[in-house]
């Protein structure tokens, strides 16, 4: 939705409702005990609204939002039940719990705000500079989304060292199971990393996706290298905090999906990684980095599986501009690098090299035909979704990155200069000579 508001020009306007929840009636008798210096021997109080830690109450909460935006002509949308869509297809309302953000036209703007307040006493936060642990900034030429404040906080939160890093894992790295190490490190410690790796990756870093991935495996039982690979990402997590996702206002961009796979990547049980990420106004809004859960017995077979899983992605993206009333035209570009797996989803594939994989895997081939996608075949060096499969050298990385974070226009150095130390280099080569 932001990239479309960026797209089209709209307001962005976010808002929280106070005390939301005492705003829901109950549909239940719910008795509690009087509050301190309010007691009454033999009385108990019953609660006529939801309070907050009473379960249930987040649902009351939700039917009461629910039945006021409906009146106001607000419907939640078939593919996403937290957008509300007005019925002229002008304005949008994204719920989270009592945080709000309106995307509309800015002549509409006011007047939503004003409905909102006409019913409960609410924050308005105007343009929202910081949103649900994110932060949010806006000029005419593209809308960019970071979690700067997060990762910032990062060092000092887990008392680790500064050091200058310029990928998240080497290229050369394969994490595995196997330790011949007789101490483990502290696995307690080494979920909360993991833990503030996978929330980055979800929400606006696209470019640690894999490597939280990969140490999400070992979860349990890591070991000194996973741990060294944990601790690492967030020292790059934090020498690139004002990195993020920046989606442009140039209409030329248009919506794709790219697919990739590493056949038979993990080493441990010889499953293929499946990496997919579809692009709007330039930079990404859907990513994910995955193990396959069947082990593929060739690479053609592991391309498809991961093709499949990128078209249901494209569906979803079609189905949500359909909702809002801004359908995609054209069939959306699946973006490949595989000859083979191409061959396949035109139903061109031998039925004796094909018949082993569920049919599950063949869907592409249907929604090809119905024309919600097209697969087009795009050289390996401009393969968006290679960086959700495998560990890259360090100048595919950052070229991927600038890719898939929408910003192949940015010259500036990716690292904030106060804290560059004048002895200390990027630990990757940074010449093709030395490379």
């Known amino acids: 939705m932001l990239a479309l508001a960026q797209k089209h020009g709209y307001a962005i306007r976010a808002w929280d409702i106070r005390n939301a929840y005492v705003n829901a009636s109950l549909n239940r008798d719910v008795y509690i005990s009087p509050p301190q210096g309010y007691e009454k021997p033999g009385y108990c109080m019953k609660l006529l609204r939801a309070l907050y830690g009473l379960p249930g109450s987040g649902r009351a909460w939700w039917k009461t939002f629910d039945r006021y935006l409906r009146s106001k002509h607000f419907k939640p949308s078939k593919v996403d039940p937290c957008l509300y869509v007005h019925s002229s297809k002008k304005a949008f309302i994204m719920t989270h719990v009592d945080d709000c953000l309106a995307v509309a036209e800015p002549e509409l703007m006011p007047e939503i705000v004003n409905m909102i307040k006409s019913q409960y006493s609410i924050r308005d936060l105007g343009f929202p500079g910081n949103y649900l642990g994110l932060q949010l900034s806006r000029t005419p030429k593209y809308l960019e989304l970071t979690c700067r404040t997060f990762c910032e906080s990062l060092l000092k939160r887990f008392s680790l060292p500064y050091r200058l890093v310029t990928t998240p894992i080497p290229s050369s790295v394969q994490l595995t199971s196997f330790d011949q ?174 018949r082993h994989i569920a049919s599950s895997h063949f869907a592409i081939q249907e929604w090809r035909k119905q024309g919600h996608i097209v697969p087009i075949k795009v050289d390996t060096t401009r393969q968006y979704a290679d960086m959700f499969t495998k560990n890259l050298p360090h100048n595919s990385f950052v070229m991927m990155r600038k890719m898939v974070l929408g910003r192949l226009n940015d010259l500036s150095t990716p690292y904030a200069p106060e804290w560059q130390p004048a002895n200390q280099q990027p630990d990757a080569p940074r010449t093709p000579t030395q490379a």
């Open 181 to 354: 190490s007789d101490t483990k490190p502290d696995s307690s410690k080494f979920r909360q990393y993991v833990g503030c790796i996978n929330w980055a990756a979800e929400h606006a870093r696209p470019d640690v996706a894999q490597v939280a991935h990969q140490l999400s495996r070992h979860l349990n039982n890591p070991s000194h290298a996973h741990m060294a690979i944990a601790i690492r990402t967030i020292q790059y997590l934090h020498c690139t905090r004002h990195l993020g996702l920046r989606y442009h206002t140039d209409k030329s961009h248009p919506v794709m999906t790219f697919t990739d796979s590493d056949w038979a990547g993990c080493i441990d049980t010889r499953q293929s990684t499946s990496g997919r990420v579809t692009v709007m106004q330039g930079a990404a809004v859907m990513w994910k980095s995955a193990r396959q859960k069947s082990i593929a017995l060739s690479s053609c077979e592991a391309e498809m599986v991961a093709a499949n899983a990128a078209a249901r992605d494209a569906r979803f993206i079609r189905r949500l501009h359909a909702s809002i009333g801004k359908p995609i035209p054209h069939p959306t570009p699946l973006m490949i690098d595989s000859e083979s797996a191409m061959t396949w989803i035109q139903g061109k594939a031998r039925w004796s090299a094909s």
